[in-house]
């Protein structure tokens, strides 16, 4: 069965960092690209960060570059997120998802940014 | 980067009803693009990928069309299990990006 579980998600306080993590299981992981995808609490959709099968290319939305850093360990089937420099914007419920257009998310891990 | 117009923001409709969603790429997307529906509390779900094509086991009255900027989501016959949020998302070029939703609601 496929499964990504996220984790890692806390109550930070602005100007902290965080790193979440997404463990997967029933796929070959590093065929795969991968996303990051938060939803602020009542809003919208947000796509955050991706990265390649290989992990050789990242990408990200203009509202994160410089702050985040998405990357992958093939070996551990795991996928992550560093967080730096978090604001209260960057609260949300963080999700991870296999490939661009995809039947295939986890659950989500909340982050809140609040002194 | 590419920006995605989803209208209207909310749809207030009756069970058995047509519906029409819309979303409007920024520049042209060829048939890149994928619709999703969200409910309260749960991971969005992929309805429909290459802007026609339909997610295994996902019912026939949602189908999609479009390419290059316009594209539409079409319920041919609204069942009650379709009140919840839509989504289009773009996957043409990096970063991806989603429109702002569309809350279905019951009239």
């Known amino acids: 069965e496929v499964q990504l579980v996220e984790s890692g998600g806390g109550l930070v306080q602005p100007g902290g960092s965080l790193r979440v993590s997404c463990a997967v299981s029933g796929f070959t992981f590093s065929t795969y690209a991968m996303s990051w995808v938060r939803q602020a609490p009542g809003k919208g959709l947000e796509w955050v960060s991706g990265i390649s099968g290989s992990g050789g290319s990242t990408y990200y939305a203009e509202s994160v570059k410089g702050r985040f850093t998405i990357s992958r360990d093939n070996s551990k089937h795991t996928l992550y997120l560093q967080m730096n420099s978090l604001r209260a914007e960057d609260t949300a419920l963080y999700y991870c998802a296999r490939g661009l257009a995809t039947p295939i998310w986890g659950q989500g891990t909340m982050v809140t940014v609040s002194s | 980067d590419i920006q995605m117009t989803q209208s209207p923001s909310t749809l207030s409709a009756s069970v058995g009803d047509r519906v029409t969603i819309t979303c409007r790429a920024s520049?042209?997307?060829?048939?890149?693009l994928a619709w999703y529906q969200q409910k309260p509390g749960k991971a969005p779900k992929l309805l429909i990928h290459?802007?026609?094509s339909l997610e295994s086991g996902v019912p026939s009255r949602f189908s999609g069309s479009g390419s290059g900027t316009e594209f539409t989501l079409t319920i041919s016959s609204l069942r009650p299990d379709d009140f919840a949020t839509y989504y289009c998302q773009q996957y043409d070029s990096y970063p991806l990006s989603f429109g702002g939703g569309t809350k279905m609601e019951i009239k």
């Open positions: 290459r802007a026609s």
């Open positions: 520049q042209s997307i060829n048939t890149w």
